[in-house]
């Protein structure tokens, strides 16, 4: 069982060795790195490659751990009580199944994707320890004990908001995704436009690395971005001639509005592109 | 098995664990990877590094152990980045290629320890000195064929140089770089939540309670949502001395402003004395009296200074001692006066904190702050919010 890459998702080298290590040492994989570079994409890609189950936890700010093993309904409970409804005897049928007793109780190996662990609380990882470790939890409701049939793959996202506990990290692998170079950046535009004419991916790959290098954006516009921009270029029919007027009042490229997603951002490159323009005689 | 490798990293401020070690031995038992050198640097890496700030010393790291050239008695490894900037590319024929001598590696690394000893500036081109584009071994953006790399792209010979030594995570070293993204993640420190304002979410455990008191009956609850309920008053030294580093404050700013609810600014050039100010371009004429910020606002704001704290030393000590105008009382009685309003204060000093102890100004204002004066590095920054949270 060996993830390496699929034909929708351009994984390097540096990154299969991560997560082939998390699959065979049984380890929870964490994944950091720009937004944009395809951390979320990973979790659905190796759970297709490897044709296994996907179960996937956004978590938000206001998530609790708890809400990954399960929740009891006491409202619920509350009120058909009132109502006198016969289910009220037993109590199993308001334990309502999070996504980490899902995958525990699956009858196959899973892939569990944490999105996004860093818009937790900041105890969040530290409530989930144990349960990442031994991959069981207790259910008290039930007194009962949920113990995973496979150890399931774990794939955490973060964005880097929070500095998460050193017991956590320890226990995970680590990879930081880092923004692809020219060469791989041409095999994902290639994954995603199989057709895409050769003069045209240059000529944007060029626009889209220089733009990257502008000092001073407030958000450097990543790989998603590029693909969107790269749609958009397509559906409109831009001929690559009109990517290589450097010289002209259009230094700012078509369609920069799926690049650059901030304001600021334009007027900035508007302004270099101004100066750049008087420059030239 | 691999112990000495793991003691070197830990000598070298990994923060590396056994069970990390033993999960690593495990991978290797399991054959994940092959006898490639590459393969076990990816591996390790992702397997005893949890943090892409430590990739860079990690790098380091692995590249002394296999090497082993830690033995270097007097080598520093860092050059300065400027004698490296790409300056221009040398184009080399085959045969100049050829007519390069190939050195060993032992030899290489002596010679540079001594080039290194000798150089004093940065140079570009020519055949013997480190730095840019020429055909001496070291350096980078030139060519010879068992080159050692410092710094900077690779211009696409591609003869030299393993994955370690690119060092393309320098970047991300905390020591180093501040970026508002880095400055929001070091200021969210000082968050602290708490419910305020219209009861709008369901209280359950309450709910709970209270049903159960009640009887049986459903008695709902309500609170209030969580809200930041931190405060913070920054006052920003602007002008002369300072200019040098507006690049750094802006950043802290714009950071500073997204995190928090309650944020007020104000300006001072080099210490705060009886007038502050809101506007900078207007700072002569709207002035605002300092008493006033003192009553305005109350004892649980905290208060964070920015300014190099780079003076005469008069300027604090004395009455009439400011480079602008006239003032009555010292800048320390101002200083103690806005300290005592408000206890929870902290000083960020975008000067090398190395070099603080050379300027009496700066010696001065720590000493009013009681140490509370840290560098303006994301270091500096998370170590003055936990003061400041404390």
């Known amino acids: 069982m060996k993830f390496q890459g699929t034909d929708t998702y351009v994984a390097t080298r540096d990154l299969t060795l991560a997560v082939n290590a998390a699959i065979a040492l049984q380890r929870p994989l964490l994944i950091k790195g720009e937004p944009g570079t395809g951390k979320t994409l990973l979790a659905e890609e190796v759970a297709s490659a490897l044709n296994m189950p996907l179960f996937q936890w956004h978590i938000k700010s206001t998530t609790k751990a708890q809400q990954g093993l399960y929740e009891y309904d006491a409202v619920s409970r509350l009120r058909d009580s009132q109502l006198g409804d016969p289910r009220v005897e037993d109590i199993e049928h308001y334990i309502v199944h999070g996504v980490l007793w899902q995958a525990f109780e699956c009858d196959e190996p899973s892939v569990v994707l944490i999105d996004e662990i860093d818009k937790a609380d900041i105890e969040f990882p530290n409530d989930l320890l144990r349960e990442l470790d031994r991959m069981e939890f207790h259910c008290y409701e039930l007194h009962r004990t949920i113990k995973a049939k496979h150890r399931p793959l774990i794939i955490i996202t973060s964005n880097n908001e929070k500095e998460l506990p050193d017991a956590f990290l320890r226990r995970c692998f680590f990879h930081y995704i880092k923004f692809p170079d020219k060469e791989t950046m041409q095999r994902i535009v290639a994954v995603h436009f199989p057709v895409l004419k050769h003069e045209l991916l240059k000529e944007a790959l060029e626009v889209f690395f220089d733009l990257r290098e502008v000092p001073g954006l407030k958000k450097k516009p990543s790989t998603s971005e590029l693909i969107d921009w790269l749609k958009l270029l397509l559906a409109e029919d831009i001929p690559p001639e009109a990517l290589r007027a450097k010289e002209a009042k259009d230094a700012i490229p078509p369609l920069h509005g799926a690049l650059l997603k901030n304001e600021q951002d334009v007027h900035l490159f508007e302004r270099i592109a101004f100066m750049a323009r008087r420059k030239q005689p | ?390």
Request: glycine share 8%; net charge negative.
């Open chain 2, 1 to 390: 098995m691999l112990v000495d490798f793991f003691l070197h990293l830990k000598s070298r401020q990994l923060p590396v664990s056994t069970n990390e070690l033993l999960a690593l031995l495990e991978a290797l038992e399991a054959r994940l990877v092959s006898g490639s050198l590459d393969d076990f640097y990816l591996l390790s890496r992702a397997l005893l590094v949890k943090d892409e700030s430590l990739y860079d010393r990690f790098d380091r790291a692995f590249g002394e152990y296999f090497r082993g050239i830690e033995a270097l008695p007097g080598f520093a490894p860092e050059v300065p980045e400027e004698w490296l900037e790409l300056a221009a590319r040398k184009h080399l024929s085959e045969a100049d290629r050829l007519k390069l001598q190939k050195l060993s590696y032992e030899k290489i690394f002596e010679q540079l320890k001594e080039r290194l000893a000798e150089q004093k500036e940065r140079h570009a081109g020519g055949s013997k000195w480190i730095g840019t584009a020429g055909t001496s071994p070291y350096g980078h953006g030139g060519y010879n064929p068992e080159g050692v790399r410092i710094g900077g792209e690779s211009v696409g010979n591609r003869t030299a140089i393993k994955v370690w030594d690119q060092r393309e995570f320098r970047n991300l070293d905390d020591t180093l770089d501040l970026g508002v993204r880095n400055i929001k993640v070091a200021l969210r420190r000082l968050r602290r939540f708490a419910r305020k304002g219209a009861a709008t979410e369901l209280d359950l455990d309450g709910t709970i309670a209270g049903t159960a008191r009640n009887g049986g009956w459903l008695d709902l609850h309500l609170r209030p949502e969580r809200h930041n309920a931190v405060k913070v008053l920054l006052f920003l030294d602007i002008g002369g001395s300072m200019d040098d580093h507006i690049q750094a404050c802006e950043e802290l700013f714009s950071a500073a402003r997204a995190e928090f609810k309650h944020l007020e600014h104000f300006y001072f050039h080099n210490c705060v004395y009886e007038g502050v100010w809101k506007d900078n371009r207007r700072r002569h004429d709207e002035k605002l009296s300092t008493w006033d910020v003192i009553h305005t606002y109350g004892p649980d704001y905290k208060l964070v200074f920015v300014g190099d704290a780079s003076m005469s030393p008069y300027e604090i000590a004395r009455p009439g001692g400011s480079v602008e105008h006239w003032n009555e009382e010292a800048g320390a009685v101002w200083l103690e006066r806005l300290l005592a309003t408000w206890p929870h204060a902290a000083w960020l000093n975008p000067q090398q904190e190395a070099h603080w102890g050379y300027t009496q100004s700066i010696q001065m204002i720590e000493q009013l702050l009681g140490k509370r004066m840290f560098p303006l590095t994301i270091d500096g920054l998370e170590r003055a919010m936990r003061s400041l949270s404390k």
